[in-house]
């Protein structure tokens, strides 16, 4: 990372990929450009990240998108003078020093010390050698790797500016974060920047503002969202389809509480394990008239409830340990296992104010959340049973194009908790299974929860964006923190494993993909209004009447437009707010019993008897189908 000595080692920077190493490269290169526009500009951090790069800087002038082209233009300079990325080792005292006199991170030396990186040096050991970049007359603080020259960062361009905080601390100086990208060529870079305006026009955020499907009210808090009726439905639908697919597989439905007690959490390992992720734990009422009558503190509240010296409750952050009580609420049977428990669960986390986005990042979030009980001899099906359900979740979505990753810990990771066995056993059996698939997958030491392993799905939509989406975790651990138990066939006690799994994942964010996926044009199944019936006049009510009963009586969702436009102001209007299908009926139609069917992508499909045209309707919303079926003439 530009302007910070990585503690990786040597090994894992040359992990940096091709286009990593560019950005990484194109970051000075910008990080250049800004000190010969704001010589006394103090430069912080910039690093490559997720198709691009930033460079944080703190200086009085404040940065618009009028300032862009001249940036560049700089940027251009450097590039064409295609300057060599040359490295130099020196010793922390040296580094210091030159910090220390204005020669790092300045394009000449000036008698203020580069004030940030005078503190990163701070955070390296004494004696520790470091390492530096110069390209032209700029020295950089950085670890590299870097680009052989300048030239090779033809295809750059300066994209936004943002507030920031020196190391993301909001007590700590605030910064101007530029971000850019790079690309290997200029038709990569434009591709890149099409992308980027397909997903503007995409955005979950301006499509449920404009469709009615959700709000997030200041009144209400950040991060919380509220579903508005159209968006209502969306989520019905989705939750009616896993509904099915579960009844199916012999799951059982339960509802459990949105708060806790603290030792719940503790029992689990939630709390203090995530605590930083999680709302603070509340006090019971008595609790706090005692501590009031006291004089004590909220901080002498709060370390008694962590420490359990006082009771205290939390806002759910998971719901797994309140299935685990569910099952140890009666004796089992190895008779009685699998025991599949599933839940539309909300839970709640603590996220940054600036870390929120409309429906893909929130504080308060419902999971299609299930956690299954097996006995040993019962794992592998039920895995295979968990990512079959995950598979036919996306298929029926269209989202055929996924990879697969299966999460393990590191063995010299001391985040993870439990018997070595069990984890080998566990991520075994999570290989055997993605093996079975027979899909290629990939390993990821160090990224399994705490308690145990996971397989992802990570889906690529149609704009070529990852999204981690399904996942399958097994887990030995939080059934021995709960000593859970089943009387096996030798009648004694044994401890089951158990599966988390969740193919939708978050409801909200889920949700959120799809409006971006489909561009706002649901299927018919998912539609919130899945017909129109639209009059050429108001003489023609009565039977649009008709023809909306027709449709609720086959479970279609439909409204009637009376409005007094235009036929094709109507037209236009139903295809603006994505409504799959729309009935135009006239004194012909009504005369013979007929509807018009237009369809909001292949325009008109003909006259239909009223019978037909509802029939076909409803047929094809039950069928779950991404694509409108063909429709067949009478």
Not at 367 to 391: M, N, R, S, W, Y
Not at 544 to 557: D, F, I, N, S
Request: contains cysteine; proline residues 4%; aromatic residues 8%.
């Amino acid at each position: 990372m530009a302007t910070e000595n990585s503690r990786k080692t040597l090994e894992e920077r040359h992990q940096m990929t091709d286009f990593e190493r560019l950005n990484h490269s194109a970051a000075h290169i910008l990080a250049t450009a800004l000190l010969r526009l704001w010589p006394d500009a103090q430069l912080a951090a910039g690093p490559p990240v997720e198709n691009g790069f930033y460079y944080d800087i703190e200086m009085e002038h404040r940065l618009s998108p009028d300032d862009f082209a001249k940036i560049e233009a700089e940027m251009k300079k450097e590039v064409k003078a295609n300057n060599t990325f040359e490295k130099l080792i020196v010793s922390r005292d040296e580094a210091m020093k030159m910090a220390q006199s204005g020669r790092l991170a300045a394009l000449s030396e000036r008698s203020e010390a580069s004030k940030f990186k005078v503190d990163l040096l701070k955070d390296i050991p004494e004696g520790e050698e470091i390492s530096l970049f110069k390209n032209g007359e700029f020295w950089d603080l950085c670890a590299g790797p870097h680009v052989g020259r300048t030239g090779n960062c033809k295809a750059s361009k300066v994209m936004s500016v943002a507030a920031s905080y020196y190391k993301g601390d909001q007590s700590r100086e605030s910064l101007q974060r530029v971000y850019g990208t790079c690309w290997k060529n200029k038709t990569l870079l434009e591709e890149h920047l099409e992308r980027l305006e397909e997903a503007k026009k995409r955005d979950h955020r301006k499509l449920g503002k404009e469709l009615g499907l959700f709000h997030i009210d200041e009144m209400v808090g950040q991060g919380l969202l509220l579903w508005k009726p159209k968006g209502a439905l969306v989520r019905r639908a989705l939750q009616d389809f896993i509904t099915r697919e579960l009844d199916a597989q012999g799951y059982s439905q339960v509802f459990t509480p949105h708060i806790g007690k603290l030792d719940l959490y503790r029992t689990s390992g939630h709390f203090p394990y995530y605590e930083e992720s999680q709302y603070p734990p509340i006090a019971e009422r008595d609790v706090l008239q005692k501590l009031t009558e006291d004089g004590s503190s909220c901080a002498d509240l709060m370390e008694g409830l962590k420490n359990g010296e006082y009771e205290g409750y939390m806002l759910k952050p998971m719901n797994c340990p309140h299935h685990i009580r569910i099952y140890a609420s009666e004796h089992r049977s190895y008779r009685d296992l699998p025991v599949r428990l599933a839940e539309f669960g909300t839970v709640y986390r603590w996220e940054k104010s600036g870390e929120l986005g409309g429906m893909t990042r929130v504080r308060g979030f419902t999971q299609d959340d299930a956690h299954l009980f097996v006995t040993p001899d019962q794992l592998q099906d039920e895995i295979d049973g968990c990512l079959d359900l995950v598979k036919k979740v996306l298929k029926t979505l269209g989202m055929n194009d996924y990879n697969v990753r299966v999460s393990l810990r590191d063995p010299d990771g001391d985040k993870y908790v439990g018997d070595p066995e069990d984890w080998n056993t566990a991520e075994q059996a999570l290989r055997q299974a993605v093996q079975r698939m027979g899909v290629e997958y990939i390993e990821e030491e160090g990224e399994a929860a705490f308690y145990g392993p996971k397989i992802d799905f990570v889906v690529k939509d149609v704009i070529g964006r990852d999204w981690q989406l399904g996942t399958v975790q097994v887990d030995f651990q939080l059934p021995k923190r709960f000593n859970l138990e089943y009387i096996g066939s030798d009648n004694k006690p044994h401890q089951p494993i158990m599966i988390h799994r969740a193919p939708f994942g978050s409801l909200e964010r889920f949700t959120g993909l799809l409006i971006e996926h489909f561009e706002g044009k649901f299927p018919l199944w998912l539609a919130p209004e899945q017909v129109r019936v639209l009059t050429i006049s108001d003489k023609f009510e009565d039977y649009a009447k008709e023809v909306a009963k027709a449709l609720a009586e086959k479970g279609v969702r439909a409204k009637i437009d009376t409005s007094s436009d235009k036929i094709g102001a109507k037209i236009r209007t139903s295809r603006l707010e994505r409504v799959p299908y729309f009935l135009v009926i006239g004194a012909k139609e009504e005369e013979e019993k007929m509807v018009s069917v237009r369809h909001r992508d292949l325009q008109d499909l003909g006259v239909f008897p009223l019978a037909n045209a509802v029939n076909q309707i409803s047929e094809e919303a039950s069928q779950n189908l991404i694509a409108p079926a063909e429709w067949q003439k009478p």
